[in-house]
């Protein structure tokens, strides 16, 4: 067992691990420590803890010190002169006519480079506006290209739930989302109605896929007939999910009714045999599914996070 305490570099970004050493710290605090871009200021988000030798990444670095006032001071100042890079940064892409976003400016805590990221539709050439920019801030200066989520993670904003964007406020790594999500949660295939700020699948789908995966096994489908305790048996109309209660169309005195069931008063259920569907799908179902295929192939291209977090 390693004893390490987890660092992070910016908001809702990436844990790292690091060794306390000789120092006293606690969750919140703020530590210098070096890492592969250098020197860099970050915060403990958690009390130190033992973990497994092999959840660590060798060599283990150790924390340099913890932040003097002298630092927090020099951290203030860089977010500062990051709004002031930013400016300068968005002269010189208009100056050399460059199809690209300017998305955020990131000084390391050394002030030996400057990141700024930016998005753009393809492939950029932006060798003279390095040169430009390294000539005004006599420093390391790195562009970074990054994707539509990375661009919204930084940003921030509100979902259509009304709260903070989850990537914003505390999702560190991004997860694979598919439209098999969607359905295995009923939702609507809309493609504007699970797509999140960022334009592409929410990533809150993810977060109760577990739940619904397991609560669906339990659950007959929509077509399966059942028999009730009671005596009543028919077909599924509808199923609700969360409720785990089933609605049965049975017959009673000739007639069709629609009785309500929990899932616990149903003893007995046969699924029913699915049929080849030869009806032709609605034109607009279908404009629906290519968009949602769409987006579902370009989140396995654009892959893992861009974001330089060390």
């Given at each position: 067992m390693t004893r390490v305490i987890g660092v992070r570099f910016r908001t809702a970004g990436k844990i790292y691990f690091f060794s306390p050493g000789k120092y006293v710290i606690k969750k919140g605090d703020h530590v210098i420590v070096e890492t592969a871009r250098g020197v860099e200021y970050g915060t403990v988000v958690g009390e130190p803890k033992e973990v497994e030798d092999s959840e660590v990444i060798k060599p283990l670095k150790s924390v340099l010190r913890t932040a003097s006032t002298k630092d927090d001071e020099q951290e203030k100042a860089n977010r500062e002169k990051e709004k002031e890079a930013f400016k300068i940064c968005l002269e010189k892409i208009k100056k050399h006519n460059l199809?690209?976003?300017?998305?955020?400016?990131?000084?390391?805590?050394?002030?030996?480079?400057?990141?700024?990221?930016?998005?753009?539709d393809g492939r950029i050439d932006f060798r003279e506006l390095v040169k430009?920019?390294?000539?005004?801030?006599?420093?390391?200066?790195?562009?970074?290209?990054?994707?539509?989520?990375?661009?919204?993670?930084?940003?921030?904003?509100?979902?259509?739930?009304?709260?903070p964007l989850c990537c914003h406020s505390y999702l560190s790594d991004f997860v694979p989302v598919s439209i098999k999500m969607a359905k295995e949660q009923s939702l609507s295939l809309n493609p504007t109605k699970i797509s999140g700020v960022c334009g592409r699948l929410m990533c809150?789908?993810?977060?109760?896929?577990?739940?619904?995966?397991?609560?669906?096994?339990?659950?007959?489908?929509?077509?399966?007939?059942?028999?009730?305790?009671?005596?009543?048996?028919?077909?599924?109309?509808?199923?609700?999910?969360?409720?785990?209660?089933?609605?049965?169309?049975?017959?009673?005195?000739d007639e069709k009714e629609v009785h309500e069931y929990k899932l616990d008063e149903i003893?007995?259920?046969?699924?029913?045999?699915?049929?080849?569907?030869?009806?032709?799908?609605?034109?607009?179902?279908?404009?629906?599914?290519?968009?949602?295929?769409?987006?579902?192939?370009?989140?396995?291209?654009e892959g893992k996070s861009k974001l330089g977090d060390n």
């Open positions: 199809e690209m976003k300017l998305i955020d400016a990131e000084y390391t805590f050394d002030n030996n480079k400057i990141l700024f990221y930016f998005t753009a430009d920019l390294a000539a005004v801030f006599k420093t390391r200066i790195e562009l970074r290209q990054i994707g539509v989520r990375d661009e919204t993670k930084i940003i921030g904003g509100y979902g259509i739930c009304g709260r809150c789908l993810k977060n109760e896929e577990d739940v619904y995966e397991e609560l669906n096994r339990m659950m007959p489908g929509v077509g399966d007939f059942c028999k009730a305790k009671d005596g009543y048996e028919g077909e599924v109309s509808s199923v609700n999910i969360l409720r785990q209660t089933i609605k049965l169309l049975v017959d009673v005195d003893e007995y259920t046969k699924k029913r045999q699915k049929k080849k569907n030869n009806v032709k799908k609605d034109s607009h179902e279908d404009a629906e599914m290519k968009e949602l295929e769409k987006l579902e192939r370009i989140e396995k291209q």
